[in-house]
């Protein structure tokens, strides 16, 4: 098994049996939601879909599984996506065979897809990788492996003594800890399972890194285990442990 990491996605190809790409969160359709809430920006469906195309060219990956929120507006689906999603998953298909797993923004997603394009939204095992959107609870089938998912959008600040230095989407490593609950420390919760939160490849959606650990949004992000959390660039550099994340500085 090996990691290959494509900064331009962000994106992430794991060779196995076959070649894996693995794409979350490009939220198609989010410059609807926007216009709504009073920013007005021209749709960048295509510029992004021609990101993800060169990172299916690059990466010479046999197959792709996007980790949900394909698509932005919940609970129906924005005219801006009826309009686009079809032409994205045509040019898609030209590239690659792919599969979805939905995600929670994914609401009527499957009128655009085949039955065979579609995966259970409680994710799926592959050579003992478990891969799912990240808003739910994993399968249970999850525990003790590797867990790939999306959801979260992780970005980092990273600061010195001059401001902030760094700004960038990035991949959250760490163990994850079993039977953790709210206000209580769990007992003999270090059970080998491990999960990699994925950035996503909208160059619009981010989110603190340190308010998602203050705030978790997901049982899986309420089970991290913040000791062992570290921090990988969109290149596969290692930026370190999330300690080194000053929570205390203004942007």
Known sequence: MRFEFIASGPALVIDLDI??????DPHFGIEADLAIHGVHLKSRT????????????????????????VKHNLPVTSRQEYFELPLVFSELRKLISFQVIPGNHD???DRFLTSEEMLPRDG??????????????PSKEFEGHLIICGHHHPYASVYDEVGC????????????????????????????TR?????????????????????PISPISRAID??????????????????????????
């Open 165 to 192: 230095g760094l700004r960038s989407p990035v991949y959250l490593s760490c163990n994850i800890l079993r039977g953790k609950k709210e206000g209580k420390k769990a007992v003999n919760n270090k059970i080998g």
């Open 19 to 24: 070649r894996l790409l693995i794409i979350t």
């Open 226 to 251: 913040k000791e062992s959390a570290e921090i990988i660039l969109p290149d596969g550099s290692f930026l370190g442990p999330v300690s080194i994340l000053n929570g205390d500085k203004d942007d």
């Open 46 to 69: 295509t510029e992004r879909l021609e990101r993800i195309k060169e990172c299916i060219r690059s990466s010479d990956a046999d197959r792709m599984i996007i980790l949900g929120d």
């Open 107 to 109: 609401t009527g997603i």
């Open 124 to 137: 799926v095992l592959i050579n003992d990788i478990g891969f799912f959107h990240g808003h739910t609870l």
């Open 195 to 215: 999960a990699l939160f994925m950035p996503s490849c909208n160059e619009l959606a981010g989110y603190d890194l340190v308010e998602a650990l203050k705030r």
